[in-house]
């Protein structure tokens, strides 16, 4: 089983955006029993508050619910429970990098990696441009599930270049 962790800074937006982004492109990939998805904040602000609602509204848009999730904060011991841990920006990749203790196995990524793009997630919080963070989640989603099925039944094998 592949295990993922996408991480933002609240885990109220981008993080859970590309959660249930990814669940539903595994879902209609027949994939579902070969993966664990989940998402988590570097930041304390917003623990245990809903998806953000445009985030929701976009999602429902979308086809895709994400009822009953709620904010929850990167933990040190994620680091050896998730095969691979996607970042939406560097200044997440930073926090990540911090709260885990370093990156030792090279576990951690920017999601847009995935997608061969050296650029960051758009964030909604402050551009108010969901459609924006949408695309660039999509991309990096599909890119990253891509990559899984590479690798196969090997999560850990190394990362593309």
Request: hydrophobic residues 35%; charged residues 30%; glycine residues 6%.
């Amino acid at each position: 089983m592949t295990k993922i962790l996408f991480v933002c800074h609240g885990n109220i937006c981008r993080s859970p955006m590309a959660e249930f982004v990814m669940k539903d492109l595994v879902k209609k990939a027949g994939l579902e029993p070969r993966f664990q998805i989940e998402s988590a904040a570097t930041s304390t602000e917003e623990l245990g508050n809903p998806v953000y609602p445009p985030v929701r509204r976009k999602l429902a848009e979308e086809g895709i619910d994400c009822s009953g999730k709620t904010a929850r904060l990167l933990q040190r011991e994620d680091y050896s429970r998730y095969h691979l841990l996607a970042g939406m920006d560097r200044a997440n990749l930073r926090n990540m990098t911090r709260i885990c203790g370093g990156d030792p196995e090279s576990k951690l990524h920017l999601l847009l990696e995935f997608a061969d793009r050296t650029d960051e997630v758009a964030d909604p919080w402050y551009t108010r441009d969901f459609e924006t963070a949408w695309r660039d989640i999509q991309a990096g989603c599909q890119g990253l599930l891509r990559w899984c099925m590479q690798r196969g039944s090997d999560p850990t094998a190394e990362k593309h270049s």
